[in-house]
């Protein structure tokens, strides 16, 4: 599943390898209308526009579909382009433009007025480019990929604006902006969380070490104070973004890998979801549970070889972060496994 909040905080968006979108709400958890249906293959990423009005998809279907955000109907043609599957999808802050990144290895831009895609497809990565996201002044765009690098791109010619940042040792499954733009931060599988300088490309401190497994999702909160990251160890934590030093967790509750964590848009909560098949909402200063899981999508029976269950995170209302697309899977189908990285690939 994906997992969103809408920038006001009141729902929950998710999509699903069972091809849905659906929509909760935040506070009883029920859903509040229909599956959105569509799309042919896994729903691997949703975004909300930022005034709220339209939902995003990305898919391994190969294509990018818009939604009216209140009725839920699809809004215009679906988007093609990518030759393989969508990993992650996200808005511009102003809104005029969708990103999208996939495993054909390039991240496109797109005229959300007209769907038509903008310039030519950025081109520089090596693997599949699992997560994808604007700076809050909409100037540059970040991704990240398998090939173990992230990437900043201007955001209008498509080019690059540095070289690689290297340092992790292993696929880079989550990128996000600090809400000043002054920083970046990345999950790997390499077991940590990474911090740079945004104008410079510098790591700014030691890597965050604490994860006894790979770190699929990372989070600034709304006010920039803390980082959280979810694991395969699962467990979610909280971090000091200044520092490194950890503040909070580790939360414990799911029983498998949390793959999705983010920041409800006013910092009280943390929504994560996980390989378990369940979205949880946690109080941000205590670390308490909310309510029950939410529950309720259906996942396929068996089929194509490697049925997935993917997540994603994002604090829309900033469109700073996205979370890593399909590489993130599990074994469906009678046999569950809670290492996303133990699914036959």
Request: net charge negative; hydrophobic share 30%; charged share 20%.
């Amino acid at each position: 599943m994906s997992v969103i909040y809408l920038p006001n905080g009141a729902r929950v968006v998710t999509g699903s390898e069972d091809k849905t979108i659906r929509i909760w709400d935040a506070e009883s958890g029920a859903t509040v209308r229909e599956p959105l249906t569509g799309h042919n293959d896994t729903v691997t990423s949703v975004a909300y526009s930022p005034d709220g009005q339209h939902i995003i998809s990305g898919s391994k279907d190969h294509t990018i579909r818009i939604w009216d955000g209140e009725t839920g109907v699809p809004v215009g043609n679906p988007l093609k382009g990518h030759t393989d599957g969508v990993c992650s999808v996200a808005y511009s802050p102003g809104g005029q433009h969708i990103i999208s990144g996939s495993s054909d290895h390039t991240i496109r831009i797109w005229d959300v007025e007209t769907g038509a895609p903008v310039g030519n497809p950025l081109e520089g990565h090596t693997g599949e480019v699992e997560c994808v996201a604007y700076s809050p002044d909409g100037r540059y765009i970040i991704s990240g990929s398998e090939d173990r690098t992230i990437r900043i791109w201007d955001a209008e010619t498509g080019a690059p604006v540095s070289d690689p940042l290297e340092g992790h040792t292993d696929s880079v499954w989550s990128i996000a902006y600090s809400p000043d733009g002054r920083n970046i931060i990345s999950g790997s599988d390499d077991d940590t969380i990474r911090i740079w300088d945004a104008e410079t490309g510098a790591p700014v401190s030691d890597p965050l070490e604490k994860h006894t497994d790979s770190v699929w999702s990372v989070a600034y909160s709304p006010d920039g104070r803390n980082i959280i990251s979810g694991s395969s160890d699962h467990t979610i934590r909280i971090w000091d973004a200044k520092t490194g030093a950890l503040v909070g967790g580790p939360l414990d509750g799911h029983a498998h890998s949390v793959l999705s964590v983010a920041y409800s848009p006013d910092g009280r909560h943390i929504i994560s979801g996980s390989s378990d098949h369940t979205i949880r909402i946690w109080d941000a200063e205590t670390g308490a549970p909310i309510g029950n899981p939410l529950e309720g999508h259906t996942d396929p029976p068996f089929e194509s070889g490697m049925p997935r269950l993917v997540l994603q995170s994002a604090i829309l209302s900033r469109g700073t972060l996205t979370r890593c697309g399909p590489l993130l899977t599990l074994l469906m189908g009678g046999t569950l496994s809670p290492d996303p990285r133990t699914a036959p690939f």
